[in-house]
């Protein structure tokens, strides 16, 4: 068989497990089919998927959940089609699995309710370009692995909605209708005490970041914008996760605030960032200790813009994580739609990252 005879068919099998990121079977092993390897691998991770049931309706409601037990993957978020990999994928498909996590849009009522499915399975964050304040982007999770609050009655969390910028484009999470009551950027959240327990030079500073907030983000941490060429900017300052910069359409990454704020956090607060961030296999190029294991974010300091900046990082097949690439194809897979909803998901419900966020600032 030649190479890309297999890697078409690689590419249908992806697809018909709902990893429709993987876009067209040609054959081709490019960024699409890499980012579908490792989206398969990160949700063969989950004790819980789903299964195929039924040949008609919306495909969210043809599908049951289903423990992976003995078939739960074991190995890196590597994007490689190792001999793990490729037997989950065969058994997937013997069980008619499904992944999990299916990312809907609907037109909405006058009240903000469904009304109408427009499109199901969307991926990347230009699947589904239409720009209107009735159609909304939702995630229907079966799976049950993200305990964070915002989950609607029928079961599904509203993520957003699509809009346009020059040359950009993408998700857009703004109050009230796309943010919980839970990532209000409060003295709770933010701090981990109420207003009253704060120290008078702090209620200052929090008044000071509050105002800074309802400028930035609406004053809420699930306020997301991933719509412009800073890739996604979240938090109470709205820092970016990379900032793109093109010469002659050629889109380059530099590094962003954000990713020094998750650095902090995983330092401060390993646990909940390997749950929300590690687990799917990324991680922040630089580590918050220097080489001598002091914390103090020397890596990431940039004495000419007095910040703390870094950008992302994969695993390779090792487990060795090597810095993500720089060009912007590779920075918009952090605008898809799956991640989009991994970082609301942490933004409402990870104190180990919301009480960071002033750490390293």
């Not at 002091?294 to 090597?322: C, H, M, T, V």
Request: hydrophobic letters at 40%; a neutral charge.
């Amino acid at each position: 068989m030649q190479d890309s005879t297999y890697v078409a068919l690689l590419q249908r099998d992806l697809k018909q497990l709902g990893f429709a990121v993987v876009g067209t079977a040609d054959g081709d092993f490019g960024g699409r089919t890499f980012w579908a390897l490792r989206e398969f691998q990160s949700y063969s991770k989950y004790a819980t998927v789903a299964q195929l049931n039924g040949t008609s309706g919306p495909l969210f409601d043809r599908l049951v959940p289903v423990k992976t037990g003995a078939n739960q993957y074991q190995g890196h978020v590597d994007g490689i089609a190792n001999t793990e990999t490729r037997t989950l994928l065969e058994h997937w498909l013997a069980s008619a699995w499904r992944c999990p996590v299916v990312i809907n849009v609907w037109n909405l009522n006058s009240s903000g309710a469904k009304k109408s499915l427009e499109a199901q399975n969307v991926w990347l964050y230009n699947d589904h370009d239409v720009s209107s304040s009735k159609v909304a982007f939702f995630a229907h999770d079966l799976s049950g692995h993200f305990p964070h609050t915002g989950v609607l009655a029928d079961g599904t969390t509203l993520l957003g909605r699509f809009i346009r910028y020059p040359g950009f484009g993408g998700p857009l999470s703004t109050p009230p209708l796309f943010t919980q009551p839970s990532a209000e950027i409060t003295p709770e959240n933010l701090i981990g005490r109420g207003y009253p327990q704060l120290s008078p030079a702090e209620q200052s500073t929090f008044r000071v970041v509050r105002a800074v907030s309802e400028v930035e983000c609406l004053g809420f941490f699930d306020c997301i914008n991933a719509y412009d060429s800073a890739i996604a900017s979240i938090g109470p300052c709205h820092w970016t996760l990379g900032l793109v910069k093109r010469s002659n359409g050629v889109g380059q990454i530099y590094d962003g605030e954000l990713c020094g704020t998750l650095a902090y956090a995983a330092w401060q607060a390993q646990a909940a960032f390997d749950f929300y961030f590690s687990f799917f296999g990324v991680n922040v190029r630089d580590d918050w200790t220097d080489q001598k294991g002091i914390p103090n974010g020397k890596r990431l300091f940039s004495q000419s813009l007095r910040k703390y900046a870094s950008w992302l990082a994969f695993p390779d097949e090792n487990g060795d994580y090597k810095p993500v690439p720089s060009a912007e194809q590779d920075g918009n897979y952090f605008k898809s739609w799956h991640w989009i909803y991994r970082f609301t998901a942490a933004m409402r419900r990870i104190a180990g990252v919301t009480q960071r966020h002033l750490g390293c600032r």
